[in-house]
């Protein structure tokens, strides 16, 4: 059973057997080993993924016993998914002797005084009722070991942010943080940044193809020529808008300052700047002020940003989802927009990767006016070598199976 190289533990194994689950998701994939190594985590995932369990069972696992003292709390912004996540761990601890409890408002305070009372492992919550109870005395968070902040994104549009803090501060310092939201506003950044210690960020995309109205293509290259395509590239497409992502803010830095020089008007988005500075880049390019916005996934993830006629990988996304989700931003609603990555020999798993995420193979296309250095990534598609590509983009086909792109042009 796949669910066993995770180190859970035997009775939550036999939970997750009971549930039927044969196969984890992709965030439990991704999460759970973090999780079990005690890491802080950001799951960028909606519901639906498979959360919860990616959260509950590597945190049931590790709470083996009933201690009767409150170690985990989870905190929801209504009182549906409470109860809900309430339902899933008592289906995933069934096996154990694991005590759990909901508590939400809208109801009497007698069953939840009584639970509360008789001493709980763990308390699923919306954060209005239980910042009651705390202040009532029937609710202590002095031991908790494990938070979860789940739908982070939702509980600030209901505004509970405030009582979210407040309910971080009554739990000890020393513990570990977990933090589930579909999109990362900047307020969110702030709860992340002041109550997680280095957190690992996983991201999960709902989609698992690309939008209809957006044409994706590769264009291989060797590594040392990657900063003269990106340029070349800039130079022949008449770009609106642009977004270039990058690995590290490192590159990112490095790749902002190039296209500075080339005279390109360039915005920088990464976690290392100043919210000040991210707030700028990030309006600038919103009102046009800025051509380019450089960014890392990190601190592009959940921006919306309309109109973005092009999106450039500069490194391809590690991540098979984070490609849907950067080449999503282009192609917005009636705008069909390009997205294109830059490949080097060394990417082909990741890029392999990406083409089984999506189901599609993405075209492989060249840079006519480019004078290109020779790479491996050039045999791909001659005769007896693996085809790379399988959707028509504008350009002319040549023999190797590639095509000159770019052909599109737009109107300023
Ligand atoms: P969630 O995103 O946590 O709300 O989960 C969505 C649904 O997927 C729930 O009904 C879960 O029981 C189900 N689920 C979660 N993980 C798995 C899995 N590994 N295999 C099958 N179903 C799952």
């Given at each position: 059973m796949p669910f066993t190289k995770f180190g859970l533990s035997e009775p939550i194994l036999e939970g997750v057997k009971a549930m039927g689950y044969v196969d984890p998701t992709p965030i439990q994939l991704r999460a759970m080993p973090l999780i079990m190594e005690g890491k802080d985590v950001i799951g960028s995932a909606q519901t639906g993924t498979g959360k919860t369990a990616a959260f509950a069972l590597p945190i049931l696992s590790k709470l083996?016993?009933?201690?009767?003292?409150?170690r985990v709390l989870i905190l929801e912004p209504t009182r549906e998914l409470a109860a809900q996540v309430e339902t899933a761990i008592r289906d995933f601890a069934r096996f154990t002797n694991l005590r759990v409890t909901v508590v939400f408002g809208g109801v009497g305070y007698g069953k939840q005084m009584d639970d509360l009372k008789r001493g709980i492992d763990i308390i699923v919550a919306t954060p209005g009722r239980l910042l009651d109870h705390i202040e009532r005395g029937t609710?202590?968070?002095?031991?908790?070991?494990y938070l979860i902040l789940d739908e982070a994104d939702r509980m600030l549009d209901m505004g509970f942010l405030p009582d979210v803090k407040r309910i971080v501060e009554r739990c000890p310092a020393k513990r570990q943080t977990l933090l589930f939201s579909a999109t990362v506003p900047p307020q969110i950044e702030s709860l992340i940044s002041w109550a997680m210690k280095n957190p690992e960020t996983i991201e999960i995309g709902a989609r698992r193809s690309p939008a209809e109205n957006v044409k994706h293509v590769i264009y291989p290259v060797a590594e040392d020529q990657k900063s003269d395509l990106l340029r070349a590239l800039l130079d022949q497409v008449n770009y609106e808008s642009v977004i270039i992502f990058c690995r590290t803010k490192n590159r990112a830095d490095r790749i902002a300052h190039l296209l500075k020089k080339n005279n390109h008007s360039v915005a920088l988005l990464h976690s290392n700047r100043t919210q000040r500075e991210r707030e700028q880049a990030l309006q600038g390019f919103r009102e046009g002020k800025f051509e380019v916005l450089v960014a890392t996934d990190i601190a592009a993830r959940g921006l919306d940003i309309a109109d973005v006629s092009h999106v450039i990988n500069y490194d391809v996304p590690q991540h098979p989802e984070d490609y849907i989700h950067r080449i999503g931003?282009?192609?917005?609603?009636e705008a069909t927009g390009d997205a294109f990555t830059l490949m080097v020999a060394e990417d082909s798993p990741h890029v392999a990767a990406i083409e089984r995420f999506i189901s599609q193979k993405i075209s492989r296309i060249k840079l006519e006016t480019f004078n290109y250095h020779y790479t491996a990534?050039?045999?791909?598609?001659?005769?007896g070598q693996p085809q790379g590509h399988d959707r028509k983009v504008k350009g002319v086909r040549l023999s190797g199976g590639y095509y000159f792109g770019p052909a599109k042009r737009r109107k300023r």
């Amino acid at each position: 059973m796949p669910f066993t190289k995770f180190g859970l533990s035997e009775p939550i194994l036999e939970g997750v057997k009971a549930m039927g689950y044969v196969d984890p998701t992709p965030i439990q994939l991704r999460a759970m080993p973090l999780i079990m190594e005690g890491k802080d985590v950001i799951g960028s995932a909606q519901t639906g993924t498979g959360k919860t369990a990616a959260f509950a069972l590597p945190i049931l696992s590790k709470l083996a016993q009933s201690s009767v003292a409150t170690r985990v709390l989870i905190l929801e912004p209504t009182r549906e998914l409470a109860a809900q996540v309430e339902t899933a761990i008592r289906d995933f601890a069934r096996f154990t002797n694991l005590r759990v409890t909901v508590v939400f408002g809208g109801v009497g305070y007698g069953k939840q005084m009584d639970d509360l009372k008789r001493g709980i492992d763990i308390i699923v919550a919306t954060p209005g009722r239980l910042l009651d109870h705390i202040e009532r005395g029937t609710c202590k968070l002095d031991k908790v070991e494990y938070l979860i902040l789940d739908e982070a994104d939702r509980m600030l549009d209901m505004g509970f942010l405030p009582d979210v803090k407040r309910i971080v501060e009554r739990c000890p310092a020393k513990r570990q943080t977990l933090l589930f939201s579909a999109t990362v506003p900047p307020q969110i950044e702030s709860l992340i940044s002041w109550a997680m210690k280095n957190p690992e960020t996983i991201e999960i995309g709902a989609r698992r193809s690309p939008a209809e109205n957006v044409k994706h293509v590769i264009y291989p290259v060797a590594e040392d020529q990657k900063s003269d395509l990106l340029r070349a590239l800039l130079d022949q497409v008449n770009y609106e808008s642009v977004i270039i992502f990058c690995r590290t803010k490192n590159r990112a830095d490095r790749i902002a300052h190039l296209l500075k020089k080339n005279n390109h008007s360039v915005a920088l988005l990464h976690s290392n700047r100043t919210q000040r500075e991210r707030e700028q880049a990030l309006q600038g390019f919103r009102e046009g002020k800025f051509e380019v916005l450089v960014a890392t996934d990190i601190a592009a993830r959940g921006l919306d940003i309309a109109d973005v006629s092009h999106v450039i990988n500069y490194d391809v996304p590690q991540h098979p989802e984070d490609y849907i989700h950067r080449i999503g931003r282009t192609g917005r609603a009636e705008a069909t927009g390009d997205a294109f990555t830059l490949m080097v020999a060394e990417d082909s798993p990741h890029v392999a990767a990406i083409e089984r995420f999506i189901s599609q193979k993405i075209s492989r296309i060249k840079l006519e006016t480019f004078n290109y250095h020779y790479t491996a990534l050039f045999e791909e598609g001659k005769p007896g070598q693996p085809q790379g590509h399988d959707r028509k983009v504008k350009g002319v086909r040549l023999s190797g199976g590639y095509y000159f792109g770019p052909a599109k042009r737009r109107k300023r």
